[in-house]
């Protein structure tokens, strides 16, 4: 079984900063891409829109509402994905969720969630 557990999450005023942190445990034989998706309030019900993702090897991808904003990144030897949040806006306002896509032995990976962490721009 994997687990993801998502951290950091709260309350900020416009123009903060917020950092979240994402651990990936259990039966893990390799992480693939891991990513932030977030779930804004008054929004399709269910629908997660990407934030950014970053992959094992190779380049990060933004959303183009948070690029030069938000900078994903990731320390393999722990498992854990990192969200920097900068010049935070009230429509970040949103549930973050972390992704990864996780084998547990070679071969197929499987896609996971963690269970949200809540954002709440506001003065």
């Known amino acids: 079984q994997v687990q993801l557990v998502e951290s950091g999450g709260g309350l900020v005023q416009p123009g903060g900063s917020l950092t979240l942190s994402c651990v990936v445990s259990g039966s893990i034989f390799r992480i693939y891409g891991m990513g932030w998706y977030r779930e804004k309030p008054g929004g399709q019900y269910g629908y997660r829109e990407l934030v950014a993702k970053i992959p094992y090897y190779g380049h990060t991808e933004y959303a183009d509402s948070v690029r030069g904003r938000f900078t994903i990144s990731r320390d393999n030897a722990k498992n854990t994905v990192y969200l920097q949040m900068d010049s935070l806006r009230l429509e970040d306002t949103a549930i973050y969720y972390c992704?990864?896509?996780?084998?547990?032995?070679?071969?197929?990976?499987?896609?996971?969630w963690g269970q949200g962490t809540q954002v709440l721009v506001s003065s």
């Open positions: 992704h990864a896509d996780v084998s547990i032995t070679e071969g197929t990976a499987t896609g996971y």
